[in-house]
């Protein structure tokens, strides 16, 4: 059986398409150079909340007043989003590293190589293995200058502080899953959690930086992991966000709380973003999870 692939339109051809769905699309000239840098179906992830709703799901018309100026609108607000949110992970990241990396050094400067220095989960199943063949495989490749040091001095062997610095955000997850429960303690503490809330806040950041960097959709997604809040009572500025944590405020609420605890990064940032959403009467600030008094119902959030 042949497989059906989706006719080509030109630029124009599609601009007069969402003009036939009822999209005002201003000026076509402005609207083709438009599509000319921003694909089309990169930008049909932001007007899908204008589409015409049925029983059946989604149609392909628009809602009455749709415009290309508002699709436009989220999409530029929402590559503004994922630059905070990446830059805001950065110092987290390296905050983690560098705790991770002294607690485990504190038992062995090559804990990292033993994993019977390591907790439960390096000695059960495959998943360690797994990660020294990567971490030593980046260690291979690496041209920073403090492995040529290391490997003209010490025969190529990192300790564990400086082996961290080649980690990325999942190696270093991993890193800590495979840490004994004191030092996992020691660095969830740092950052108010349990070693569990910590784990899973980890994995589910470890999303939200790839969708950053991968130019993902991220004001309107649902992420498919959630984090272990802590119980209510502990962190009374948490518990007053009382956001869905599957949703991007929530995500957003995550880095917050960190940065703060932490005492990293710019806590100013992403607030000063999220006052940048659009005025879109279709799509509003509530899309991202957020409630309507965001900005008054938390400390973490009236950083300015």
């Not at 220095?117 to 041209?143: D, I, V």
């Amino acid at each position: 059986m042949d497989s059906v692939v989706k006719e080509y339109k030109s630029y124009d051809e599609q601009v007069d398409l969402l003009s036939e769905r009822g999209m005002d699309v201003g000026d076509c000239e402005s609207a083709r150079a438009t599509l000319q840098r921003v694909n089309y179906y990169r930008l049909s992830g932001y007007w899908y909340p204008f589409r015409k709703q049925s029983k059946a799901g989604r149609e392909d018309d628009f809602y009455p007043g749709t415009r290309l100026s508002d699709v436009l609108a989220l999409y530029d607000f929402d590559a503004r989003l994922r630059t905070a949110a990446f830059s805001a992970l950065t110092p987290i990241e390296l905050a983690i590293r560098a705790l991770l990396g002294h607690e485990l050094g504190r038992l062995d400067p090559c804990a990292h190589l033993d994993p019977g220095k390591l907790g439960p989960n390096a000695r059960s199943g495959g998943a360690y293995s797994t990660w020294l063949e990567r971490y030593e495989f980046k260690l291979r490749q690496s041209r920073e200058d403090f492995v040529a040091h290391h490997d003209g001095k010490y025969g190529g062997i990192l300790p564990v502080w400086a082996a961290v610095e080649l980690l990325d955000w999942g190696g270093l997850t991993r890193l800590f899953g495979f840490a004994p429960r004191g030092v996992q303690n020691t660095v969830a503490d740092a950052c108010g959690l349990s070693a569990p809330q910590l784990t899973s806040w980890l994995k589910a950041l470890n999303i939200v930086r790839n969708i950053c960097a991968h130019h993902g959709r991220l004001f309107n997604r649902v992420h498919t992991l959630s984090p272990k809040p802590p119980r209510v009572g502990r962190h009374p500025d948490l518990d007053a966000v009382a956001s869905d944590w599957s949703r991007t405020f929530g995500q957003l609420t995550m880095i917050q709380f960190l940065l703060i605890r932490l005492k990293v990064g710019r806590p100013t940032f992403l607030p000063v973003v999220l006052d940048s959403f659009p005025s879109v009467q279709a799509v509003p600030l509530t899309h991202m999870g957020a409630p309507k008094d965001w900005q008054s119902r938390s400390a973490l959030w009236k950083q300015r």
